[in-house]
């Protein structure tokens, strides 16, 4: 599952951002490359910048890490906060409520900014 790439066509920001967000999980090379059903050899010369993979292992990798595979290539901006946010369940819940309508992310920010003013509140009176 990969394409041997030249050097013309490596991407030493993907290999570089894979290797970080990997590390950031916590995870080895062997134990993440078990977690995305690769072998060890395959996800280092992705590390590596040596080879890049096809979209449905490249989606494998971005699910893994929590990612967007948008983020994993290219590093948008806006896809930093999602390659931050460490809680998975959060993460999850985040990209669940992007299906919403308009009305509803409303709704969904009015409660989360009223329950952090009440933790600051809290906090401040504490």
Do not use: C, W
Not at 14 to 36: D, H, M, N, P
Not at 47 to 52: A, L, P, Y
């Amino acid at each position: 599952m990969e394409k041997k790439i030249t050097d013309k066509e490596k991407n030493p920001v993907f290999a570089e951002r894979l290797r970080t967000l990997r590390k950031k999980s916590g995870y080895s090379q062997k134990e993440f490359a078990e977690v995305i059903n690769l072998h060890q050899v395959q996800y280092g010369r992705y590390e590596r910048g040596d080879s890049k993979p096809y979209a449905e292992t490249l989606t494998k990798i971005a699910d893994a890490l929590g990612v967007s595979t948008d983020y994993l290539l290219e590093g948008q901006e806006e896809d930093a906060i999602v390659a931050n946010l460490e809680d998975k369940d959060l993460l999850r819940l985040f990209q669940e409520i992007e299906g919403f309508t308009e009305l509803e992310k409303e709704h969904v920010k009015f409660v989360l900014e009223s329950i952090v003013k009440n933790k600051k509140h809290k906090q401040l009176a504490g």
